[in-house]
């Protein structure tokens, strides 16, 4: 197996709390709470956010150097779901796991 310097192992584990904290609160709660959590615009977010967050992990594993393009694009759409989750409301774990996602990502994409 390839070394995984320590960012980038702590930008996996991030990516991969992201997806579970996304998918799962899109599975879970915005699916019972209905109105604005499950308006497709925000639900479809919730979800590309939570696959391509597996998707990045899932890049750096493999140590291919497109990770960093990968990375890119999750941060892009971590900031945007997380946005989104705050401006509805009552979704606090959603927001801080794509925030410190974002944040990991833009480092390996640099």
């Not at 694009?73 to 774990?93: H, S, T």
């Not at 959603?94 to 990502?105: D, G, I, K, Y």
């Amino acid at each position: 197996m390839h070394h995984l310097d320590k960012a980038m192992q702590d930008c996996i584990a991030a990516c991969l709390k992201c997806y579970a904290t996304c998918h799962g609160t899109a599975m879970g709660h915005c699916l019972e709470a209905g109105g604005d959590h499950t308006k497709p615009k925000h639900f479809r977010l919730m979800v590309a956010c939570a696959e391509v967050c597996r998707s990045a992990a899932h890049v750096m594993l493999t140590g291919s150097e497109q990770h960093k393009k990968v990375c890119a694009a999750c941060a892009e759409i971590c900031d945007a779901c997380a946005k989104d989750c705050e401006r509805i409301g009552d979704m606090q774990a959603c927001v801080e796991a794509c925030r410190h996602c974002a944040e990991h990502c833009r480092k390996m994409a640099a």
